[in-house]
């Protein structure tokens, strides 16, 4: 299929796939160090250490006595004693009775001794020679849930004999039928005696695995749920963070039975609600897969409600006699489904060609990581392999969740980020297309008024010329009086250079002097007056206003008018020269000059006055020389 | 010069006109009007030699007769007589095939004088006329601003010439000094000017309405 989008570059790619690559490879190698570490932690038990004695057998009788009873018959059993395989329907209580004697004190003075119970399931007391001395709990129902606490527990030293010290526990718990996990089902574990400090630091780093790590990485769970359901509802297009969300949540509240002791229902009430809610987790892990590959069928959603419903239905038939043959079988097809999804998740990332490799391998690596953890707690539930006394499954799991929801953050930032960014780009699109509207408004605006104000200068134009026109032109035409007659074409022309100076352009200087040279060579050439025009032609580039034009056009007029009426001149010269600033128009003629009024001002009848008048008006000024007999010579000088 | 038509709305001047013209052509029989609508009639009923045409009338403009008169009657020679002396008026009747132009306010002599010379064959033409003859064939010549198939009509390099000569200013005497030729060929240039300018104008007008699909084939 031909690909139209310019592909990115190669190294754009390994880039982008690096960074995925370097968080992927950060979460599983998070996950790696903590399970490593965990595991590291296994085999640093205190036995080895000097002056810390394991005690590996006892004297077990399962009996409901207040005290050790001594009078019923008494097994011997090896520690670790697991009660699934040892009392099956056992229920508890069973008492266990250890003799010991005291490790030598290797320093002095003595250091205060206790002893370390790594598992009592579901809760213990403890009597030392007698005297009870620990107390782990209710050991009726609702009994303590404390099978992943170790207990410490400390020997008084004035209870100790230096020899034959006899500690007696009573261990009350559930039968492997009585519980939906291996890890909860009866039993205790070796005993260790030693010193308190010693020992209570075993204690701590036990409790901190088991215990501790789960609880901080629920509670982060919790946020990191409440976040996808935010983001989720906010991105309704993403709806598989809204099952994740529910996801990270629930799975924090089904980790509560970890280190929630002493809920305020039995234990089979329990274990029931923790096999009720793994249906529910896989539910809602199943759907988060599906709807990430953006694959959706009703029916598999119809089927994942018919289960979590049928989950409990079940078990309760099954009866809590069965409970953990029930739960086993579904814990089996619970984690069957959830490799399936993977699987099928898996397969439709890898499919989707780049985008989705770049997807495929983290998820690959974090969903892989998991099908390990449900695969090794599987083999435990199943008894293949011993109990571990630090269960893996319980914080890895979280920080598995917590990688996938950091990518998801990730991700929703990411088109977070993408979605500003076309919102930017966006805002900043319409702002120039509204400027550009403006500008075209506003141009067209200006149009508009340009139009209909010429538009209006014609029409006053032409009604000026119709009406105002009109009459002039009859006077012109039918006064009896010559005189009026040409007053009238006067005001004709002044009324049409007015109009045009009205709706005029300004104009080129060279049009202007092409005009003026006609109109003038012209009127003289037809009253027999030989016309000498001499301009410049080229390289006249200057405007002339209108305005200029029009009043230049009246005084020159007047002027040839002179000439050809009044001077009898057989010869005029007129010389046009145009500098920077002004220009310079002169007109001389060889007649017989403006006689002298009495005042010995030039004859104003020949329209003088007039001439400088308007030259004045224009900032010009114009010069007439004249002396009877030498001809006259008329020089007009203008701003540009 | 037999049938005159005279197409002018106020009486004083039509007669004023009238007389002008009879005393230029004693024997001609003078045909008056006042409107448009009447002119047109009366141009569709007989033929003139001459027709003096104002430009304002009451029920339209006179470019309409002169553009009739030219289909009609091409022998004919259509005078504007206006009181309009801008390009925006003159351009588009010489266009339409106007021969001349005259301008009414301008003494009786002149008037009779440039009467004459018109009906022998000697059109007036202006600087300013001249530089927009010259403008509108310069758009003509360039393919880009012409319309499609649009016929070529294009000034010979002498007429070219003489545009040039008038826009500068020169009378036509002073022109045929210049450029060596007798005045009646220069005034014959001038006449084939104007009939190029009349005949690209059609030629616009008959595609635009073609395009505006005024015509079917």
Known sequence: MPCFAPPPTLAHRLRAAARRMAATMGAVVAVAVTSALALAALPAGAADEPGVIEIRTASAVASTAPVFPQDLKQRSVRLPDDWAESLPQADGPVWYRLEFTLPAPHVTPAPLMAAYIERACSTAQVWLNGNLVFSGGHLTEPVTRSCFYPQLVTLPPALLNPQGNVLDIKVQGSALQHVASRQRAGGLSTVQIGPHALLAELQARQTFWNVSLVQVISAMLVPLGIVMLGMGWQDRRSPYLIYFGLLAIGWAALSARLWWRDPPWDNATSEFGVCVGFGVLVALAIQFLMRYAAMRSTKLEIGLLVQCVLVPVSLALAGPERLYTATSGWYLLLSAEVMAAVTLYLRVTWRKGPDGRAEFWPMAFMLMGVGVLVLVDLATQHGWITLLPVHVLHFSMPLMFIAVGARQIQIFGRALQVAEASRNSLESRINEVTAEIERNFSQMAELRVEQVTEKERKRIAADLHDDLGAKLLTIVHTSESERISTLAREALEEMRLSVRGLTGKPMQVADALADWRAETVSRLSQANIEADWRSPTEDVHQQLSARAFVQTTRILREAVSNIIKHSGASHCKVRCSIGEHDFVLVVQDNGKGIPMELDGKLDRGHGMASMKHRAKQMQGQCLVESGPGYGTVIRLTLPL | ?217
């Open chain 2, 1 to 217: 010069m037999n049938k005159i038509l005279l197409l002018e709305d106020l009486p004083e001047i039509r007669a004023w006109v009238k007389a002008l013209v009879t005393q230029v052509f004693p024997q001609a029989q003078i045909s008056e009007s006042a409107r448009v609508h009447d002119a047109l009639a009366l141009i569709s009923a007989e033929r003139f030699d001459v027709a003096l045409v104002d430009l304002g009338l009451p029920d339209g403009s006179g470019v309409d007769v002169v553009a009739a008169l030219r289909d009609t009657q091409p022998e004919a020679q259509s005078v504007v007589v206006t009181i309009h002396d801008d390009d925006d008026h003159l351009f588009p009747a010489l266009q339409a095939g106007a021969f001349g132009y005259l301008l009414k306010e301008q003494p009786r002599e002149h008037f009779v004088e440039q009467l004459r010379r018109i009906s022998q064959g000697e059109p007036p033409l202006t600087p300013s006329i001249a530089r927009r003859v010259i403008a509108y064939f310069a758009a003509q010549n360039k393919p880009q601003e012409r319309p499609q198939n649009l016929p070529h009509v294009s000034l010979t390099d002498r007429e070219n010439e003489v545009l040039l000569w008038v826009a500068k200013g020169f009378t036509l005497p002073e022109i045929g000094t210049q450029l060596n030729l007798s005045r009646h060929t220069i005034a014959d240039y001038v006449k084939q000017i104007y009939r190029k300018l009349n005949v690209s104008s059609r030629a616009e007008a008959a595609l635009e309405a073609q395009r505006l699909g005024l015509f079917r084939r």
